[in-house]
């Protein structure tokens, strides 16, 4: 344990954050490529020479690239990655590019992949506007009382296809080169001329169709296929007005950074068009290397612009979980407390009204305070984690600006108990129906998740330890239902933001166990049976990202350690220190570090929209390091839901 502190405070920011590996997603190099290949631009060539190292490394054996860098080939990301590589100046006759045509082209070529890569091929010019389904810009003129206004769609979703509406309504296209003649002869398997583009809108790979379309959304996409024909040029002229106002808004809000990868570079290239070389594509360029992340195989683009607020907030709690808060471990807690407290953030975003924002001030964000948009768990572990330091004279958070975060935890609680991440839940459950991603699950609506029910339910619980006099009592004990209600039949959790049963599990325990749950509730017996059940003989646990696609827990060839990690300070909170199966977990992760005091590489431990897998790289340092501080002693399960 003493190894794993010195590791993990050894590896800390000069900021005081803790900065890692926050990528994975095979799709986001591409898009980062192409948008600048549509406004004339290249990346730089230490940059280029690496995203083509990076996209190599990560080609599949037969010749595809997955969603992400561990997934099975989609045609999806096998074109996009192909386009990239062609763009950055890789031959046709390439081997690895002979190699990915062999795959894809049997499967259909661009005509087969999900929607998101037609439409960046159409920006390109390698693929045609009418073979899209229908992205017009008009819904964002329709009244905001509507149960389908764009405004109700979770701000991720609705972030990215603002910028796409806006481009779809201009028919946008990168400028007519012979590289792009000779690229659409590579993409598809028959003559570019013979297309059908009409019957291309609805095809899709069997290995892309995960989230097919229904007969609701096949009507939708018809009703606007009929719309594009007749529309009004005046009404598209003010939806084009509108999405541009919004588009600077959130360019704004977040100083150029963006919720995302893919609205960040969508939006760059909407300035581009709209005011070629004005000062919006300046600011753009200039925080477009922020989403950069060099690795050992390359350079690739992150998943956002860091996860450094949100991986902080977990080392603060898993240093003062391991008792030594004096010599290096205080200092690494003090540089922490500073980064915490100026990340905060302190205003709301300007106008938030008028572009659908809501209130931000006193949340924190996934990242940065730069970004802008706060989020309700990473709000709560940086709450718990600023309490932690209180009694240790380190939070640098005056109480008044504590209490606004509490404030906003509060403010965000849905109707069913729950909390969902950016915003309350806006839209009907039945909007998921119109999904029209291919690839992702669960994009439309912002619903309430057990991570960040959890976690609010955590920090309430701790504030209240500080201030007893807090009225958070009923919100504390509707997110207690409301992970209740969540928890399956044989036990488990299911998690959204990490894999899978064992993430979600940690949570669904440690949040009942802060509300007040006793070892003995049959919820947490029923949650020390699950994850029993699923302990390996060699007192590990192991789960892989098919756990969350399928739905079902799925067995990993070997043990993970942040997996173990989650189910040792499960069992841990649920009272559990001193049994069987937490003292087996405990000797197999001390037994899997290695002697510097760190974890081996493993598979990834994250996910988003239920397929796509992305990386923590600090999880190695933080959780086995929290697993094994609070396992060594029986009042750990307080520490473990911050108490």
């Not at 819904?139 to 109700?152: C, E, M, N």
């Not at 069997?206 to 005046?234: I, M, N, Q, W």
């Not at 997996?563 to 649920?574: E, Q, R």
Request: hydrophobic content about 40%; aromatic content about 10%.
């Amino acid at each position: 344990m003493r190894r794993a502190r010195d590791v993990l405070a050894r590896t800390q920011a000069a900021d005081g954050s803790w900065k890692g590996d926050y990528s994975g997603p095979l799709f986001l190099g591409p898009v980062y490529v192409a948008g600048l290949y549509v406004m004339g631009r290249a990346p730089e060539p230490r940059v280029r020479d690496g995203m083509v190292a990076f996209t190599r490394a990560h080609q599949n054996a037969d010749g595809g690239w997955g969603l992400d860098v561990e997934s099975p080939s989609l045609v999806f990301t096998s074109v996009l990655n192909y386009v990239a590589l062609r763009l950055l100046g890789v031959g046709a006759d390439d081997p690895g590019l002979s190699l990915a045509r062999a795959w894809f082209l049997p499967r259909g070529g661009a005509l087969a992949s999900a929607s998101w890569g037609k439409f960046v091929l159409a920006l390109l010019g390698l693929y045609d506007y009418e073979g899209l389904a229908p992205v017009p810009p008009e819904p964002w003129l329709l009244p905001r009382a509507l149960p389908f206004h764009p405004s109700r769609l979770w701000c991720h979703c609705r972030m990215v296809y603002l910028p796409m509406g806006w481009l779809y309504g201009r028919r946008a296209r990168a400028r007519e080169a012979p590289l792009l003649a000779e690229l659409r002869r590579e993409l598809y398997p028959q003559p570019y001329a013979d297309v059908d583009w009409g019957a291309a809108r609805g095809r899709v790979a069997r290995t892309d169709g995960y989230s097919p379309h229904g007969p609701a959304l096949r009507a939708v996409h018809r009703v606007l296929g009929l719309y594009e024909r007749f529309h009004s040029k005046r009404l598209r002229a003010r939806a084009l007005d509108e999405s541009l106002a919004l588009i600077r808004g959130e360019d704004e809000a977040t100083h150029f950074i963006c919720i995302g990868p893919i609205n960040k570079v969508l939006d760059m290239v909407v300035w581009h068009v709209a005011r070629p070389e004005g000062p919006e594509v300046r600011a753009h360029l200039e925080r477009l290397p922020d989403y950069l992340q060099p690795t050992a195989q390359g350079i690739t683009v992150n998943g956002y612009n860091s996860s450094q607020l949100w991986d902080t907030a977990f080392a603060v709690q898993a240093l003062v979980a391991s008792g030594d808060t004096t010599g290096g471990a205080r200092d690494a807690l003090e540089r922490a407390g500073r980064y915490l407290e100026a990340q905060q953030v302190l205003e709301d975003s300007p106008d938030a009204a008028r572009h659908y924002r809501h209130p931000s001030r006193g949340g924190w964000p996934f990242s940065t305070r730069a970004h802008g948009w706060p989020i309700s768990d990473c709000t709560a572990e940086a709450l718990k984690a600023c309490l932690l330091l209180e009694p240790l004279g380190l939070n640098r958070v005056p109480r008044e600006r504590l209490a606004q975060a509490v404030a906003f935890i509060l403010s965000l609680q849905n109707r069913d108990g729950g909390w969902a991440t950016y915003e309350r839940r806006r839209g009907p459950r039945w909007l998921e129906r119109f999904n029209p991603s291919d690839v992702f699950a669960g994009i439309m609506v912002d619903s309430s998740y057990v991570e960040c029910t959890s976690a609010c339910v955590q920090a309430l619980v701790a504030w209240r330890g500080a201030h007893p006099d807090a009225p958070v009592g009923r919100a504390i004990a509707r997110g207690a239902d409301f992970l209740r209600r969540q928890q399956r039949p044989d036990g488990g959790w299911e998690g959204s933001w990490g894999v899978c049963f064992s993430y979600g599990t940690w949570f669904g325990v440690t949040g009942l166990v802060a509300s007040g749950a006793g070892a003995s509730d049959p919820a947490l017996r029923r949650a020390v049976a699950f994850l029993e059940a699923h302990q390996r003989e060699d007192g590990s646990w192991s789960e892989t990202l098919q756990a969350c696609r399928e739905r079902r827990w799925v067995e990993g060839r070997s043990g993970h350690a942040v997996t173990t990690s989650w189910a040792v300070l499960s069992l841990v909170a649920a009272g559990e220190a001193d049994a069987a199966a937490t003292r087996r977990g405990v000797a197999w992760l001390r037994a899997r570090q290695a002697a510097e005091g760190a974890w081996p590489p493993e598979p990834l431990a994250g996910v988003f929209n239920r397929t796509c897998a992305i990386h923590y790289d600090a999880y190695l340092r933080i959780f086995p390091l929290w697993a094994l501080a609070l396992a060594e002693r029986p009042s750990g399960a307080l520490t473990a839901c911050g108490g």
